[in-house]
């Protein structure tokens, strides 16, 4: 093999991009559009968590943390999932990560072997297939389909003898749904009778309209790690800033993989992290509010055009099947180049929502009426 075709990993160049980064790239350089394309809340974080971070940075408590992050602030991320998601965890189960995502790749860091098989929803947040490839491991996809309220039926996965893993997103990302205490339990007793460790993806958990997300570690706390994040509930999407929680057995692999990977996350961010924990439960909820209604005002358009008939229950997505106006690629990009809107096509979600477009509610109410008018005219449905 010549040189040259060495200079990047078989690994590197093999992975997929994430279709949703690869949808927003089409819109680069153009301007006025209405964003739609990625999870970014339009409000801002909290004032305290602004203040918290300004005070840090004057006060130069801006040097390097612990690996798995501050005492103290794992000690009031293990009284938050006390208090909020029902989970008992010692401080020293928590780890501060790069973002849920860091969380995630912890996770599989320190679980998969080449050639493991991991069972992944489709659709689902795409960023995960590509890490599971990353350690030479094999995504196997099961459905979330619309007809069963984007539910999985963990009877029918394709467990296999080399099936380590399963990840479960509740609620999840693309499709709003919010699994019950019920099927939680199913999917527990499913992993715990083939061995399987579950990946409990809860990044959007304080972000429901309806019914409070069932948390997987209490129902089979031996082969859960659950990921978390400071993203979705106070708008940080940008400060980088999850938890993960593994049983103490994983604590010294991870703490060891950690450190390879990121040695300590931001100490600002975990200094705003702080008082985003301390934010009243009532601030958390006018936002989720506000999320419901665009949920709602979006839901009575698309309804009435005969466009939707499943009701999200979490997170700030909706899924619109957009197949009666063509390719949903092309619809797609129609929306960019006639109208201004950017969203992502469904395929970036997984092969079973190819028909789709996914439009997130965490956009302004403005960009939502532009990006629901556009598809009334696209579709001819108006
Ligand atoms: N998991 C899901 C389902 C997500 O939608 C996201 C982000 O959009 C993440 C994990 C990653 O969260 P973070 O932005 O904190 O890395």
Do not use: C
Not at 197 to 223: C, F, G, H, K, N
């Amino acid at each position: 093999m010549a040189k040259t075709d060495r200079e990047i990993s078989q690994m590197a160049t093999s992975l997929p991009r994430s279709g949703i980064r690869a949808a927003a790239s089409l819109a680069v350089g153009r301007e006025g559009l209405a964003h739609l394309e990625f999870g970014e809340p339009s409000v801002m974080p909290p004032l305290a968590v602004r203040q918290a971070a300004a005070q840090a940075l004057l006060e130069r408590r801006m040097v390097y943390t612990p690996t798995e992050g501050p005492a103290r602030l794992r000690q009031a991320l293990a009284d938050k999932l006390g208090r909020v998601n029902g989970v008992t965890a010692s401080a020293d189960e928590v780890f501060v990560t790069h973002g849920g995502i860091g969380g995630l790749y912890l996770a599989f860091a320190t679980l998969l072997e080449v050639g493991d098989e991991v069972l992944l929803p489709d659709p689902g947040w795409p960023n995960v297939v590509s890490q599971v490839l990353s350690f030479g491991a094999i995504p196997r996809f099961y459905p979330l389909r619309s007809a069963d309220g984007y539910l999985p039926d963990p009877d029918s996965w394709p467990i296999g003898p080399r099936t380590r893993a399963v990840v479960v997103n509740s609620p999840s990302n693309p499709t709003g749904s919010v699994f019950s205490a019920e099927l939680m339990e199913r999917i527990a007793a499913v992993a715990s009778r083939n061995g399987l460790w579950v990946i409990s993806d809860e990044v959007y958990d304080q972000i429901t309209y309806d019914q409070r997300p069932t948390a997987m570690r209490p129902l089979y706390p031996e082969r859960t790690l659950s990921v978390y994040s400071f993203s979705k509930t106070y708008a940080m999407t940008g400060w980088r800033l999850g938890y993960l929680v593994t049983p103490q057995s994983r604590v010294d692999a991870t703490k060891k993989m950690a450190e390879t990977v990121y040695s300590s996350t931001s100490m600002v961010a975990q200094e705003a992290a702080l008082a985003a924990l301390a934010v009243p439960d009532a601030e958390i909820q006018s936002v989720v509010a506000t999320y419901r209604r665009r949920r709602d005002l979006a839901l009575t358009h698309l309804r009435q055009w005969g466009l939707y008939r499943y009701t999200p229950g979490g997170a700030f997505y909706l899924m619109v099947d957009v197949s009666g106006a063509g390719d949903a690629g092309a619809v797609h990009r129609r929306m960019i180049e006639e109208k201004g809107v950017v969203t992502v096509p469904g395929s970036a979600f997984g092969a079973s929502a190819a028909g789709e477009l996914r439009l997130s509610l965490a956009a302004s109410d403005e960009d939502i009426g532009r990006a629901l008018s556009a598809l009334g005219d696209l579709l001819d449905v108006r």
